[in-house]
């Protein structure tokens, strides 16, 4: 699928595939998740450009380097904040935004209840971040959303990804690309991700009981 980069690193899979086991309970699914979301922090940020910095070391000067243009991650609320943490371990200089949205369970059209970035997106590298790419409508929103807000280079971030979302946010946004560990067979009818892990907010949050 054209603009999907898929994350196949052997420990990402293996966190996959203990997010995905039911008997996962949420303080482990939480640890695990922003465990892999460390690892895919690497693999997204692999092709950033730096810039050279002058640095002395105790012994003389020599190069450094940077990041050539800052960076903002945007989790989309609840399930994104579960990713967060483990991106500013590794990118810790980032700023944070925040696109609340929740599918309306009958339509499964996003409903958006908050939303609160940063300035100067159009000289940032933005990462939105949600663990599932289900029907692609809230991800498509927050992407919409920020493009408005001025964000012109933007990666959006999943862990799980199904094929029907894939193609919706790539045919509203032919630009973004989009990673994800694992490119899913399908939704059921209720539009979850099969074989998917469930509900990741729900079981990060221990609301479903
Ligand atoms: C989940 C998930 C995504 C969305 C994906 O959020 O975190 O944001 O569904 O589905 P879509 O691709 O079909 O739009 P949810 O609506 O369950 O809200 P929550 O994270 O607050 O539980
Ligand atoms: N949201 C989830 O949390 N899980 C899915 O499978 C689909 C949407």
């Keep these: 699928m054209k603009n999907l980069i898929q994350i196949n690193h052997p420990l990402v899979k293996r966190d996959l595939s203990i997010l995905r086991d039911k008997k996962t309970r949420g303080n482990i699914f939480r ?13 997204v940020t692999r092709d950033l450009l730096l810039r050279r910095t002058k640095i002395r070391t105790p012994l003389e000067a020599t190069t450094g380097y940077a990041l050539a243009s800052p960076i903002v991650l945007v989790p989309i609320l609840r399930a994104g904040l579960g990713m967060v943490g483990g991106f ?19 339509t499964l059209q996003p409903v958006d209840y908050y939303f609160k970035v940063p300035k100067h997106l159009g000289r940032s590298i933005v990462f939105v971040l949600d663990p599932m790419l289900a029907t692609g409508g809230s991800g498509s929103a927050a992407v919409q959303y920020l493009k408005e807000r001025g964000a012109r280079v933007i990666r959006f971030v999943s862990v799980v990804a199904a094929p029907q979302g894939v193609r919706f946010l790539h045919r509203n946004h032919p ?12 939704l059921n009818r209720n539009g979850y991700i099969l074989p998917g892990l469930g509900d990741a907010g729900d079981r990060m949050f221990g609301t479903t009981e």
């Design 31 to 43: 640890a695990v998740l922003r465990r892999t979301s460390s690892l895919m922090a690497y693999e």
């Design 88 to 106: 500013v371990e590794v990118i810790p200089d980032a700023r944070v935004g925040h696109i609340g949205l929740y599918r309306n369970e009958e």
């Design 175 to 186: 630009e973004i690309q989009i990673y994800t560990c694992a490119l899913d067979r399908t």
